[in-house]
């Protein structure tokens, strides 16, 4: 599985940005899907996570209310809306995909085989 994320930039705080995951190399529509993000000098930490049926999405307490995870699986592609953004979503956002995941590990990196490289998500207070 190949993952390539995009969408990132600066913004104010407020402001809105909206990630793209496009993935390829095996069935999107069987993966589970999720955004992790890395702070500097931080460990790097769930964002959200949708399972195969687009219909089960979790995320981390900081950003729910003002993130959504989706997916289109007939573009094999995932996204993140981001609104209402602040200095401390400011990381290097990861996507990531797994094949086999259970429920309770999908807040875990670990748990993800597949990674794309990061899109760097910068928001000046």
């Known amino acids: 599985v190949q993952l390539q994320a995009s969408g990132g930039g600066l913004v104010h705080t407020g402001g809105t940005l909206r990630l793209s995951c496009a993935a390829s190399?095996?069935?999107?529509?069987?993966?589970?899907m999720a955004w992790f993000r890395q702070a500097p000098g931080k460990e790097r930490e769930f964002v959200a996570a949708i399972f195969r049926g687009s219909t089960n999405a979790y995320y981390a307490e900081a950003v729910k209310g003002r993130f959504t995870i989706s997916r289109d699986n007939a573009k094999n592609t995932m996204y993140l809306q981001m609104n209402s953004l602040k200095p401390e979503d400011t990381a290097l956002y990861y996507c990531?995909?797994?094949?086999?995941?259970?429920?309770?590990?999908?807040?875990?990196?670990?748990?993800?085989?597949?990674w794309g490289q990061g899109t760097l998500v910068t928001v000046s207070s």
């Open positions: 990531a995909s797994d094949n086999n995941l259970i429920l309770s590990t999908v807040r875990s990196a670990s748990a993800y085989d597949y």
């Open positions: 190399g095996r069935t999107f529509s069987y993966m589970t």
